[in-house]
């Protein structure tokens, strides 16, 4: 088995480092460092709560579609990353104020969930848990 302490850092592929930067800034995120963007290493960017992203770039795909949720053919790769949020109603609200719009939701068990696309269209889910979480699985409503 290997020892595994916790995540370390999520690498997201993205075309413009200022517009994912101020995306990811209006989530909380904060701007620590930028390794070489051009040269294809991170832009780090940290979260108060421990999660750290590796903005890398820049993509020299003309695509304005992720090849992994975008298209019918399914590719073998990461999809997306999960959050967990406090409340999902106080993320929705704040979503909302922000005009980022929401591309699907679901609940299971005592899990809600809803998803967003960042500028590059890459998935996020925010996941909530707590007895206001539905107890079925709904169908995926929206596009992912």
Known sequence: ML??????HVGIRIRNKSRSVA???QLGFEYTAD??????HPVIMKHPSGVVLNLLGPANSA????VLMDID????GITHVALTVES???AKALLDKLGI????SFSFGGMSAVFIRDPDRNVIELDAYGPDCRDDMEEYS???
């Open 3 to 8: 020892n595994i302490q916790n995540v370390n």
């Open 101 to 104: 719009e929401l591309t699907g």
């Open 63 to 66: 695509l304005e579609t992720n």
């Open 23 to 25: 995306f990811y800034k």
């Open 73 to 76: 053919e399914k590719h073998a």
């Open 88 to 90: 999902l109603e106080d």
């Open 142 to 144: 929206g596009h992912l």
């Open 35 to 40: 390794a070489g963007f051009e040269q294809g």
